[in-house]
Each structure stands twice: as C-alpha cells, then as structure tokens.
C-alpha cells in the first residue's frame, strides 16, 4: 500500500502477473514503443475490466441494471466507514449487529489482504454472506468493498450476493488492499473509468481523512 501524507492508495498494481478470478483473461500488458527506438513510450493492455481492484455496475448481474457509465459519480466520493472484520470465514448479519455503522459506504477489512502474497487464487477468502447483505441493504449502504476478488462465497453458483445489492443498485468494490489501514471515517475517492454499456471498470481507490 502507498501513502502519500495523510492520503492512502488503497488499490492494487496492475501486472502481468497479478492474481486474476479463475475463468477471466489474464492480464497483458505490452510496450509497442519505445524512447530508444521511437522516440517515445507507448503502451497497450488486454485486460478483464474486472482485473485488479475494481468496481462491479448492477449490469454485471441485472438485465437492464445500470452500466457503470450511466452510475452518477458521486456513488464512488465520500466519507467511507472502514471496518474490521474478525478471523471468521465469513461476514454475517449477526457480526454486523454489533458493529455501529455510521456511513453509507462501508469496506471491510478482513484477512485477506495477506492472500495477496500468494501466486494463485486462494479459495479461503472471507466473504459477505446473503443475510448479511440483506441487514447492509436495511441499514442503506450505497457501496460496499472487500480485500480480495470476490465478495461472493467461493464456487457461487447462484451469485446471491452480487445478484441482491447489484439489484438494488449498491456498487461493489472487489480487490481492495486495506492491510495498512485502520478502522475510522475516512473519505473516499474511488472513480472508475467510463466505459460505455460495460458492467464494471477497474479504479484507483484511495482514502484520506
């Protein structure tokens, strides 16, 4: 994670060989120019827009459901309430019951930012549970983001979590790094880039106080 003063980027770097969700393309990226023998730099990258810390638009799930270009910018500005999470395997409505939730944007900490040291997907992720997304839903959280690639249980076949807040237009941030990051308010800044009829789009997120 990189700090900046009181800014801290809390996203991942893109590589070549970053982690990437079993099933989507793998990340390329290619200098096509060169200073040397060009005169300038000039880069390309082929890449699944889910791929590195991200965001996930309600038609990533919903038919019809908004795009991520048609979602109003200031779903991704604000004060963000980050959240730790215990060593549980996953993040229940009863564990939220006791957590006093102040903001409509919420990040969860949990133990999964140290899987990012590892060179493949690892299935013992922490995850968000559907009666916990539902009490999320009550208590009118508008995004909700996590510390590793999925914030569905592993092997969904059903989508159930991604399916109930996309729904509801709750934005998702997948892949956050929050190993250095302490519980409190923080404000965020997390903007995707605008990509036309597209159901998610990678971000640079970062929080400050």
Known sequence: MEREKNILDISLRITKDMIDFPGDKATEIDRTKNI???GYNLSSVNMSL??????????HF????????EIAPGKFIGKVQIIKINDQKEITRKELLNINIKCNKVLFKTRNSTLYKKDFFDENYVYLTYKGAEYLLEKGIQLIGIDYLNIERPNSHDFSVHKILLKNEVVIIESLNLSDVENGIYNLLAIPLKFKNCEASPIRALIYK
């Open 62 to 69: 919903v038919e019809n459901g908004k795009n991520i270009d």
């Open 36 to 38: 040397k023998h060009d």
């Open 50 to 59: 889910h791929a590195g810390t991200h965001i996930d638009a309600p038609s």
